[in-house]
């Protein structure tokens, strides 16, 4: 059975940071894109950043970018998520995703209808 499980999710004051660790099972996350989505409450689930399957090419969104760091361990087949300087607004569940590399549309790597499988999410919250 394919899976994937996000942890790391906590509570952080603001400025603070965050390390999400993306785990996969049952497949091998070396030949997919993974993404990780957000999603606030009211708020639409938004793609924050991607990691092609090779590695070496990552996306980011405007709001993360500089502040947010995507790595992969393909040994340990997890995906990762560095979050430093984090804002009230980051705070959302955070979901990793992915799809096969070779079926990856990059034109539409924030889309979350992009990736098939899903992670059930990790709570952010940032709060003094």
Same mark, same amino acid.
């Given at each position: 059975?394919?899976?994937?499980? !996000?942890?790391?999710? @906590? ?16 497949f ?15 708020? !639409?689930? !938004? ?10 090419? !990552? ?6 970018k ?18 430093? @300087?984090?804002?009230?607004?980051d705070a ?34 940032? @709060? @003094?």
């Amino acid at each position: 059975q394919l899976q994937l499980v !996000e942890s790391g999710g @906590s509570l952080v004051q603001p400025g603070g940071s965050l390390r999400l660790s993306c785990a996969a099972s049952g497949f091998t996350l070396a030949g997919y894109t993974v993404a990780w989505f957000r999603q606030a409450p009211g708020k !639409e689930r !938004e793609g924050v950043s991607c990691t092609i399957g090779n590695g070496g090419v !990552e996306y980011y969104s405007d709001s993360v970018k500089g502040r947010f760091t995507i790595s992969r361990d393909n040994a340990k087949n997890a995906v990762y998520l560095q979050m430093n @300087s984090l804002q009230p607004g980051d705070a959302a569940i955070y979901y990793c995703a992915a799809i096969q590399s070779s079926v990856w549309d990059p034109w539409n790597w924030r889309d979350r209808n992009t990736y098939v499988y899903w992670g059930q999410g990790t709570q952010v919250t940032v @709060s @003094s």
